[in-house]
């Protein structure tokens, strides 16, 4: 594994790592406003990384089946929705300003199963960057350097808010700055992880990297409309979540076609 991989899979860790650390420099929970934007515009960029960075070259490498060429994406994209549907309904977590849990029923403390969400969230960031990691290794596909470091900038830069999201209400439920700031970091440890293993099961399977490339857009997607997209919305009507998303589509747009 080269340099430039490595810094590609912990570019967004250091994404999520940084915002918790925000429990360090800020007294209050952030605002109900503040949370709708920062959903917003992590949905903007998850929505647009699952686009550009993910569908587009799926299909591009399958344009050997002519007419056929989206099937690859569409089955790909069904698979990883059911998968995380299945993740959803197995493993015990909590969202912010939910009071009943989703999934199994679990004797598990109210700050592990809100890590747990956070932590859903991030397996599908983790494989995103980690297939299209595999894909500029591999060689054979049109995948470059640039397009993969792009999502990963893209992905750590709305991994940031993610992080404050879910150390400050940690403290504010009553946890030390410190360990908040653990729980938050140890929820995104999950995607270098992720992307790691991705990268082992890619080379393997090199001939099917369209399938995985949008396999993880749907279960980044499935993130977009199940957890992220309500929380923009959340409470009295408010332009701030949908102008937040314009934001951080845009900005992974320009980020995946500048750089890649």
């Not at 698979?79 to 995380?84: D, E, P, R, S, V």
């Amino acid at each position: 594994m080269n340099q430039y991989v490595a810094i590609g899979l912990i570019i967004p860790f250091f994404g999520t790592a940084l915002g918790s650390a925000c429990v360090f420099l800020m007294k209050k929970e952030l605002g109900t406003s503040v949370q709708r934007a920062l959903s917003g515009f992590a949905a903007g960029v998850m929505v647009a990384a699952s686009i550009w960075s993910l569908i587009i070259p799926s299909m591009e490498q399958s344009e050997s089946m002519g007419r056929l060429s989206f099937l690859p994406a569409f089955v790909g994209f069904w698979l990883g929705i059911l998968f995380l549907l299945m993740l959803d309904h197995i493993i015990p977590h909590l969202h912010l300003h939910v009071d009943k849990a989703e999934g199994p029923k679990s004797k598990l403390q109210k700050a592990t199963m809100m890590v747990l969400a956070v932590t859903l969230h991030n397996i599908p960031e983790g494989m995103a960057v980690g297939v299209v990691l595999a894909g500029f290794m591999a060689g054979t596909t049109n995948i470059t350097m640039g397009a993969a470091l792009a999502l990963a900038v893209g992905i750590a830069i709305q991994n940031f808010p993610e992080g404050a999201i879910i150390s400050m209400p940690l403290c504010s439920e009553g946890k030390s700055k410190g360990k908040a700031f653990a729980l938050g970091v140890m929820s995104g440890a999950v995607e270098p992880v992720g992307g790691i293993l991705t990268i082992l099961a890619a080379s393997l399977v090199i001939p099917f990297m369209p399938y995985l490339l949008s396999f993880a857009a749907g279960a980044m997607m499935y993130v977009v409309v199940e957890e992220l997209i309500p929380e923009m919305s959340e409470g009295e009507h408010s332009d701030i979540g949908v102008i937040s998303f314009a934001v951080g589509f845009t900005l992974m747009m320009v980020l995946d076609v500048a750089l890649g």
